[in-house]
């Protein structure tokens, strides 16, 4: 099991004897509000986000060991004029698979970087501007989707954007790859969920918006109670929306706003629910649950 809490530490720990098999407490970044990337597998990597408010980087520790295979440090000549707030990001990469080669895409904060994930080498980027990137990227049907954070205007949090990229460029791929970018109450922290060439967002605030994934053009929209901190889940056919307050909507996927039931666990809910077989995993302030028939 892999532990990571940014400049805190980093851990592996045997499940069989509970000793720590390795720790890094090397890896160290200015954090401001404190770490919140998750880390990856991937093959012989465990890949963790170090993104603070300077020299962020990106770095890839042998799984079995901890020592490190390659570290990529964010470009000086983009992050160096940025005020120190605007560099941070708490995100959480994936890999994916291009004309033959792995890539890793790491939305961070100011640009989106593709990595070579065997080397670290960048690939191509592009950018989309300031603040801390949360929501996760998502991979489907050859295009890549990544939100930007927050966009600034007048030195103040503006809006967020949802781009789709064309993920087989070199280089600055900023004029040449985005395919498609919408931002009209894109969600900053939840990460939006794909179903059947469908993608559905759910905004901070409540706003449910359905696009098609292919366009960008907008389905429909539908407006939800609470403040939304939780990612849209799809399981067993319905999707499922947790509010801050652990309320529960769940609505089928479709051409049309479709509820299928509301039920509220009475406590706060911030964190992913995660589906196991038919059952659900929950972890609210104050209680982990185990929800099933």
Known sequence: MYVHYGTFGTAC???KTFEVAWKREDLKADHMQGPASSPII???????????????YVVALDK?????????VRPAEFYDPLEPVYRKSYQTPMVIEVEGRELLISNSAFMCFAHDVNTGEVVWTIEYGYDSTVSQPLYWNGLVFVNSG???????????????????????????HIKWMYEDEV?????????????YMVH???MVTCLDAMTGKPVWKEKLPGNFNA????AAGNIYFFNVKGECTIIKPGDSFQKVAENSIGETVKALPVFVRDRLILRTDKNLYMIGN
């Open 204 to 206: 901070d605030r409540g």
């Open 231 to 234: 990612s849209p889940i799809y």
């Open 150 to 176: 927050w966009i600034f205007l007048d030195n103040k949090p503006f809006f967020t954007r949802q781009y789709a990229v064309d993920p087989t460029g070199k280089g600055d791929v900023t004029e040449s």
């Open 13 to 15: 720990i045997n499940t």
């Open 187 to 199: 969600p900053q922290i939840p990460t939006p969920v794909i179903v059947d060439g469908k993608m």
């Open 64 to 72: 079995r060991t901890g020592e490190t295979i390659w570290k990529s």
């Open 42 to 56: 991937h093959k012989n990597m465990l890949i963790v986000h170090l993104e603070g408010t300077e020299d962020p």
